[in-house]
Nanobody, 126 residues
Framework: QVQLVESGGGLVQAGGSLRLSCAASGRTFSTYGMGWFRQAPGKEREFVAAISWNGGSTIYADSVKGRFTISRDNAKNTVYLQMNSLKPEDTAVYYC???????????????????WGQGTQVTVSS
């Protein structure tokens, strides 16, 4: 099982940028698709972005398309989420997750992911 640790969250003004990182343990990181999800207070966890095991395919939620970019560096066992043009509605705890199955394309449903990080808070002020 992959262990995940997120970092890079913080407080930013609307229109600003943040880059989240998710460091993974385990030699098989490069064979797992990865995803980012977020959860705002009182709301369900929602999909943000996902990337295939080899980085060749990505998918985004409509709400972040054109503003967020997911990427991965398999040599560093790290997946990133670059967030630009941030809005107050992006405020949430952001989680990275590893797919349950190896060698899959990007997926969007939380049950498809078997390992989760502890989350990092992102707060966007208006």
């Amino acid at each position: 099982q992959v262990q995940l640790v997120e970092s890079g969250g913080g407080l930013v003004q609307a229109g600003g940028s943040l880059r989240l990182s998710c460091a993974a343990s385990g030699r098989t990181f490069s064979t797992y698709g990865m995803g980012w999800f977020r959860q705002a207070p009182g709301k369900e966890r929602e999909f943000v972005a996902a990337i295939s095991w080899n980085g060749g395919s990505t998918i985004y939620a409509d709400s972040v398309k054109g503003r967020f970019t997911i990427s991965r560096d398999n040599a560093k066992n790290t997946v990133y989420l670059q967030m630009n043009s941030l809005k107050p509605e992006d405020t949430a705890v952001y989680y990275c997750a590893a797919d349950r199955e190896r060698l899959r394309g990007p997926r969007t449903r939380p049950p498809d992911f078997g390992s989760w990080g502890q989350g990092t808070q992102v707060t966007v002020s208006s």
